[in-house]
């Protein structure tokens, strides 16, 4: 079975800091795609960063990337410069190629403080 | 640009009673929508989804169900709510190039 697992409950940084959350999935497929999803207290879901497998380059938007080591099935979010919205729960996704099912870890929550 | 509508934003309903969530895409056609739960402290569990009119598949057999009558309308429903149905329901929809899914604002249900 596809799974995915955040080890960090929960994680605190200081404004204007640099976070990193940790990622690690399990699967046998070659071909898929990871994303970072972040729920703020509104509860809206929004996609934060994509990533596809088959590509070495690490994906970056803005104040955040990500660290995808394939070999180590491990999908890492750096959010750097972190400001006070960025407090939310952070969401790892996995989705293989051969489906457009994502299956998302157990979520990351992120404390901002000024 | 495509968008996505969820109702109601927060629904109390007392056990055996039946629920009935409604959700709506617009600016597209023939997506594939799905619905997550989300209860406390836990991720998202995939129940439902659809890649067309009239089919639904199950992820985990349980006391609810799916409907899709309309191509931009997928409907979450139970008729008789248990305790355990209590926690926050999610709609998406997503493309077929893998670019994740887009998500509507949720419900939460609380059954007492």
């Known amino acids: 079975a596809q799974t995915v697992t955040q080890s960090q409950p929960e994680m605190s940084v200081q404004e204007a800091e640099t976070v990193t959350l940790s990622c690690t999935y399990d699967t046998s497929e070659n071909n898929y795609y990871l994303f970072w999803y972040k729920q703020p207290p509104s509860r809206q879901m929004i996609l934060v960063i994509r990533q596809e497998a088959y590509k070495q380059q690490n994906a970056t938007e803005n104040r955040f990337s990500v660290n995808f080591q394939k070999a180590a099935k491990s999908f890492s979010l750096k959010i750097s410069d972190s400001q006070l919205g960025d407090t939310a729960m952070y969401f790892c996704a996995f989705m293989p190629d051969i489906t457009d099912k994502l299956i998302f870890g157990t979520g990351t929550r992120l404390q901002v403080f000024p | 640009s495509q968008t996505i509508h969820q109702w109601p934003a927060t629904l109390v309903q007392p056990v055996g009673s039946p629920l009935s969530l409604e959700c709506t895409v617009e600016?597209?056609?023939?997506?594939?929508l799905y619905w997550y739960r989300q209860a406390a402290g836990r991720g998202l569990q995939l129940l439902f989804y659809?890649?067309?009119?009239?089919?639904i598949s199950s992820e985990v057999p349980q006391n609810l169900s799916a409907s899709r009558p309309q191509d931009r309308q997928f409907i979450l429903s139970s008729k008789k709510l248990l305790l355990s149905d209590s926690g926050f329901y999610l709609c998406a929809w997503g493309t077929t190039v893998n670019y994740g899914y887009t998500f509507g604002s949720g419900t939460r249900l609380t059954v007492v």
């Open positions: 600016g597209t056609s023939n997506p594939n």
């Open positions: 659809s890649v067309g009119i009239g089919q």
